[in-house]
């Protein structure tokens, strides 16, 4: 099974709006990445938060992470129209590699203008 | 960050033939890895390359149908053998890379591959 599950599988929002999307994850981990795909195309790297973090900002961009709760949310701010994309988290398990990545489905995010 | 470039970008290709997928990284990196993305569905990792080794692969995965070089630390190919419709997907490279340690993975643009 999946290790990061996100929700919502989507999202529509109106530029200007914030939108926050959760990740769950199943086993203790090292870190978690969010990363945003557009179109189909290649995965640009967001935000890596290690395990012994809670909260971490990047831009209009904000991560946490409740590792009680095996959860993280990735919370972007003012939205613009060249936010819309699909943003995934990936988690490496504790114990284990720390390269070997696990993808959750994603939450395609549509920004209106 | 790393820059990765990756060859073809997108191909079009018949079932039964075979397609190699070049990954390119400015940088000498010792970690190197090919994911699978099917279409609709998110990433799952095929092998690492290994510079001057065999490639190691994930459960599901087997080198004669995704056989991998990796003749250097800056280059690497995956190629998809026997291509069927199944195959159609988009093939992306990552490294591991990091001023503070390799913990991150940066992903190359991808080759969309869809198979007739």
């Known amino acids: 099974s999946q290790q990061g599950e996100e929700d919502p599988q989507a999202l529509s929002i109106q530029e200007g709006e914030n939108a926050t999307m959760n990740c769950s994850y199943k086993t203790s981990i090292n870190n978690l990445q969010w990363y945003r795909q557009n179109s189909g195309r290649g995965l640009v790297h967001l935000i890596l938060i290690r395990s012994n973090e809670r909260e971490k900002h990047s831009g209009r961009l904000r991560v946490t992470l409740d590792t009680s709760k095996k959860s993280s949310s990735l919370l972007i701010t003012a939205s613009r129209a060249a936010d819309t994309a699909s943003y995934f988290c990936?988690?490496?398990?504790?114990?284990?590699?720390?390269?070997?990545?696990?993808f959750g489905k994603g939450t395609l995010l549509t920004v209106n203008p | 960050s790393a820059v990765i470039s990756q060859k073809p970008s997108r191909d079009i290709c018949q079932r039964g033939t075979s397609l190699t997928i070049q990954c390119q990284v400015d940088s000498q990196v010792t970690m190197m890895f090919w994911y699978r993305q099917q279409p609709g569905q998110s990433l799952t990792l095929i092998a690492t390359a290994n510079q001057g080794s065999e490639a190691t692969y994930e459960s599901g995965f087997v080198i004669d149908k995704f056989p991998i070089s990796r003749p250097n630390l800056t280059f690497s190919t995956l190629t998809v053998s026997n291509m069927s419709p199944e195959d159609s997907s988009i093939y992306l490279c990552s490294v591991l890379w990091g001023p503070t340690g390799a913990d991150t993975q940066y992903f190359g643009p991808g080759t969309r591959l869809t198979v007739l």
């Open positions: 990936a988690t490496d398990a504790q114990g284990g590699s720390n390269y070997k990545l696990t």
